[in-house]
């Protein structure tokens, strides 16, 4: 059973930077992408960032060269680095095993401007 857990959202300032955190049992990277994605109000979920099994990474448009994805094997964690935060940024991120259709319970982010 794939168990996925976020942590590190919060209120920022636009400029600032959030990194969140997704605690990751029942799957092992080497087999599987992972990914963030995010929801904001009265809006469809949508694809934030993804890592696949060999360490490839692509992005959303709207955060490339802002967000950066990464994971630590050994610890079976996967991360969102967020510089450079927009208002715009403002969403529930989840954190997600797609082939596995497996989600987070989602972690806030707001960033005020």
């Known amino acids: 059973q794939v168990q996925l857990v976020e942590s590190g959202g919060g209120l920022v300032q636009a400029g600032g930077s959030l990194r969140l955190s997704c605690a990751a049992s029942?799957?092992?990277?080497?087999?599987?992408?992972m990914g963030w994605y995010r929801q904001a109000p009265e809006k469809q979920r949508q694809l934030v960032a993804t890592i696949t099994s060999v360490g490839r990474t692509n992005y959303a448009d709207s955060v490339k060269g802002r967000f950066t994805i990464s994971r630590d094997i050994a610890k079976n964690t996967v991360y969102l680095q967020m510089n450079s935060l927009k208002p715009e940024d403002t969403a529930v991120y989840y954190c997600?095993?797609?082939?596995?259709?497996?989600w987070g319970q989602g972690t806030q982010v707001t960033v005020s401007s």
């Open positions: 029942g799957i092992r990277f080497s087999y599987d992408t």
């Open positions: 997600a095993a797609p082939g596995r259709g497996s």
